[in-house]
């Protein structure tokens, strides 16, 4: 069975940095890709990042320089650097396993985590 757990939300204040953690076990497909989303409230999901467990990376353009993914693959943990946070980066933050595509679509993966809050105060 396929489990996703994604934590490391929290509050912090504008300019704060927060790590996401997202740990998978049970996916005997390889290769698979790990995403990022967030979700606002009134809002679609959107695709953040995504890794490959290759290493290779998509970003979403407006996140660059802000956010940074990593992982270790032994752990099947991967994590999620964000810095420089701002308030509109508020939201609930999933993970999400499977094959990624398209990388950025909600519908390219099969198997989420339960969502981690993030909230950052002006």
């Known amino acids: 069975q396929v489990r996703v757990e994604d934590s490391g939300g929290g509050s912090v204040q504008a300019g704060g940095s927060l790590r996401l953690s997202c740990k998978t076990s049970?996916?005997?497909?390889?290769?698979?890709?790990t995403g990022w989303f967030r979700q606002a409230p009134g809002k679609e999901r959107e695709g953040l990042v995504v890794?490959?467990?290759?290493?290779?990376?998509n970003f979403a353009d407006s996140l660059r320089g802000r956010f940074s993914v990593s992982q270790d693959n032994a752990k099947d943990t991967v994590y999620l650097q964000m810095n420089s946070l701002k308030p509109e980066d508020t939201a609930m933050y999933y993970c999400?396993?499977?094959?990624?595509?398209?990388?950025?679509?909600?519908?390219?993966?099969?198997?989420w985590g339960q969502g981690t809050q993030v909230t950052v105060s002006s």
């Open positions: 049970g996916y005997t497909s390889i290769p698979y890709c």
């Open positions: 890794i490959g467990r290759d290493g290779t990376t």
């Open positions: 999400a396993a499977g094959f990624g595509y398209p990388w950025y679509s909600p519908a390219g993966y099969n198997y």
